[in-house]
């Protein structure tokens, strides 16, 4: 439940920093100036600016060193900077997918030492206690998914830390009528708060470079699919998600697939969509069948609690992609620089697995190694 204001209630964590004299953490102050998409050099004495919408041109004192995303796509921007030290909180533990770090030598994030933000709502308070130096989180997010209100955001902004983030996982939202970013426009905006460009540039190499060395070995005939996440374990309805622009669908639309859902009139859920069960799943009948599931999915879970499940189901066993077993794991919805490699894997050896296998399609190693700080620069 959201909070109410009381910006009566004692000194502020500004005030704290004006009295004392001194800056702490990073020292960051918000600053809505000047024209968005301009960002100006750094002065002399360290300071400099960072461009985003809908929050337009922050200043910054310092490099900031304590941060807080929502969701896992910010948080894994800033993991793949080296930032993760400092990363503070997240919105839902299972929502990021940090566990994929464990394949990267010398990379790791525990979630235990991680503040949860959504504790049956996200209040303000829980921003006080943490004093980040910089909220990877678009603004508008928080008023129009967790019903704070443009106050409440003013009052962090303010007397906490700024905000600098825009909605990138998904188009659905009708309240994103603003700049639409793609993964790498974002995840470079947060390499310019953390004053890391070259780790920026070297992991969009890279990347470049895996994208193409996959979609070169993808099939001339690419599969129609459905993203869907379950409504109940095992699953008799499915919350749709359509294949659009945002991050969530990055790896679908890098493996060129087809959005069965769109093509049938389906609305994203995201957009207000409701439920569908098996006998519209069956109208639909696609080739394969992508299952969104939060936390660390295990083949052996995903098989146990979903596939089978749609076999031994009297409708669900009719469907082509269980027939002919294309009923594979869709991944989160929150992908930054990094899961989006894991993901991308995932699916690419699931969708084609007479042209992938088992195979490693990325360098963990490489990986590790930029975000580590151990790559050329």
């Not at 310092?62 to 800033?78: K, N």
């Not at 070995?217 to 699919?225: G, S």
């Amino acid at each position: 439940m959201r909070e109410t204001d009381d910006t009566t209630a004692g000194p502020t964590r500004r005030d704290a920093l004006e009295y004392g004299g001194t800056v702490l953490g990073g020292g960051l102050l918000a600053g809505c100036t000047g024209d968005p998409g301009t960002e100006s050099p750094a002065d002399t004495d360290g300071s400099y600016s960072v461009t985003m919408e809908p929050v337009g041109t922050v200043e910054f004192d310092a490099v900031p060193e304590t941060w807080v995303p929502y969701t896992g796509d910010y948080a894994d921007m800033g993991v793949a900077l080296g930032q993760g030290d400092g990363l503070a909180a997240i919105g839902v533990h299972a929502r990021f997918a940090s566990h994929v770090y464990e394949e990267l030598p010398g990379v790791s994030v525990d979630e235990n030492d991680l503040i949860e933000l959504y504790r049956d709502g996200t209040g303000k308070e829980i921003f006080y206690e943490l004093g980040a130096d910089v909220h990877l989180i678009d603004p508008n997010f928080m008023v129009n998914r967790l019903q704070w209100s443009q106050t409440d955001v003013d009052e962090i902004r303010e007397t906490v830390a700024p905000f600098v983030g825009n909605t990138i996982f998904s188009r659905a939202y009708d309240w994103h009528d603003y700049t639409a970013y793609t993964m790498y426009e974002a995840f470079e905006t947060v390499a310019d708060v953390f004053q890391e460009q070259a780790r920026y540039e070297s992991f969009k190499q890279y990347h470049d470079n895996v994208l193409a060395a996959v979609r070169a070995r993808i099939p001339d005939e690419t599969p129609n699919i459905a993203v869907l996440y379950p409504a109940e374990v095992p699953p008799e309805s499915f919350y749709p998600y359509l294949i659009g622009s945002g991050t969530q669908s990055k790896h679908w639309n890098d493996l060129n697939v087809g959005d069965s859902l769109a093509r049938n009139g389906i609305t994203d859920a995201q957009a207000g969509g409701g439920i569908i069960d098996y006998e519209t799943l069956l109208e639909i009948d696609p080739d394969a069948i992508a299952i969104r599931m939060q936390g660390e999915i295990t083949q052996a879970y995903f098989d146990d609690e979903i596939v089978s499940h749609l076999r031994n189901h009297d409708v669900a066993s009719e469907l082509r992609a269980v027939q002919n077993d294309r009923v594979i794991y869709g991944g989160l919805t929150y992908q930054g620089p990094i899961i989006h490699l894991f993901q991308l894997e995932r699916a690419a050896r699931d969708l084609y697995p007479e042209e992938f296998g088992n195979e490693r399609l990325f360098d963990r190693q490489r990986v590790a190694d930029i975000v580590t700080g151990a790559f050329e620069r």
